[in-house]
């Protein structure tokens, strides 16, 4: 009789432990999988696409392979030949402030093509709560035409060659001074 309460209490263990385990494969299973599954004609493209029929100075820019554009962020990644203290130093040595009143955040997203050059410019506009907001025009073109002139770029490598890759410049701005330039 004492065996019998062993041998149940064991399995009533094992059943609980294996129940338990195969719960939580299915939920991650469904969390990695099938949470987010995505109407693929709804939305072709991934968040960080740029329409090419959309964005300023794609004239005449060319990317690489258009189906495999890298995020920035690689281990060799994307980035201004001259370094992050050449990029703000360029910037802010350039940047008037011409009494604008302007606050939030003025981002600029484009790709950086296999040969380090950059084109397919968007730009979106967002108030320091990051809600969009239009800035002054001429602050916009300001920076726009600054950030253009950024030409020289080292084009992320990653799987044992030069890719094309999507990168951006945000700009934090109040009371029409950049107070930090992002990435």
Same mark, same amino acid.
């Given at each position: =009789? @004492?065996?019998? @309460? #062993?041998?149940?209490?064991?399995?009533? !263990?094992?059943?609980? #432990?294996?129940?338990?385990?195969?719960?939580?494969?299915?939920?991650?299973?469904?969390?990695?999988?099938?949470?987010?599954?995505?109407?693929?004609?709804?939305?072709?493209?991934?968040?960080? /696409?740029?329409?090419?029929?959309?964005?300023?100075?794609?004239?005449?820019?060319?990317?690489?392979? +258009?189906?495999? $554009?890298?995020?920035?962020? &690689?281990?060799?990644?994307?980035?201004?030949?001259? !370094?992050? &203290?050449?990029?703000?130093?360029?910037?802010?040595?350039?940047?008037?402030?011409?009494?604008?009143?302007?606050?939030?955040?003025?981002?600029?997203?484009? #790709?950086?093509?296999?040969?380090? +050059?950059?084109?397919?410019?968007?730009?979106?506009?967002?108030?320091? &709560?990051?809600?969009?907001?239009?800035?002054?025009?001429?602050?916009?073109?300001?920076?726009?035409?600054?950030?253009? @002139?950024?030409?020289?770029?080292?084009?992320?490598?990653?799987?044992?060659?030069?890719?094309?890759?999507? =990168? /951006? #410049?945000?700009?934090?701005? +109040?009371? !029409? +001074? $950049?107070?930090? $330039?992002?990435?």
């Amino acid at each position: =009789m @004492k065996n019998k @309460k #062993i041998v149940k209490a064991v399995l009533y !263990g094992f059943s609980t #432990i294996l129940l338990v385990a195969v719960g939580y494969v299915c939920y991650m299973y469904f969390f990695i999988y099938n949470k987010h599954e995505v109407d693929k004609k709804k939305y072709p493209h991934t968040v960080e /696409y740029i329409n090419p029929d959309k964005a300023f100075l794609n004239t005449g820019f060319k990317v690489c392979n +258009e189906k495999f $554009i890298v995020q920035y962020y &690689n281990p060799e990644r994307a980035r201004y030949s001259k !370094g992050k &203290n050449g990029l703000r130093q360029f910037i802010l040595s350039n940047y008037k402030n011409k009494n604008y009143s302007d606050s939030g955040y003025l981002n600029f997203r484009f #790709i950086i093509n296999c040969n380090g +050059e950059a084109g397919r410019y968007i730009i979106h506009e967002n108030d320091l &709560n990051l809600n969009p907001k239009k800035f002054n025009k001429d602050l916009v073109g300001q920076l726009f035409n600054l950030t253009t @002139k950024l030409k020289k770029w080292n084009p992320n490598f990653t799987q044992n060659e030069f890719r094309d890759s999507y =990168m /951006y #410049i945000s700009y934090r701005i +109040e009371n !029409g +001074e $950049i107070i930090e $330039i992002l990435p």
